[in-house]
């Protein structure tokens, strides 16, 4: 299992799904933000959240890639 991104959706939670972190941005984009959390899961299932500390998506897209990288 290679990492992944979890995109939680906390208005409705059967929508929670793993998401192309290379498309995050575009995904995210004129959406809420506060009705979202971001989890990175690496390969033994550990999971650590994305926290969001600007409202750029290029900025919340370039954070998600570099903790996927590490």
Do not use: C, E, H
């Not at 290379?22 to 650590?48: A, C, E, H, W």
């Not at 290029?58 to 590490?70: F, N």
Request: a positive charge.
């Amino acid at each position: 299992m290679k990492t992944k991104l979890l995109v939680v959706n906390l208005q409705d939670p059967s929508k929670t799904k793993y998401w192309n972190a290379k498309n995050i941005g575009v995904f995210m984009l004129g959406r809420r933000l506060s009705n979202y959390k971001l989890f990175v899961v690496d390969q033994t299932g550990n999971m650590k959240p994305v926290v969001i500390t600007n409202a750029d998506i290029l900025l919340i897209q370039q954070q998600v890639l570099d903790m996927m990288k590490g």
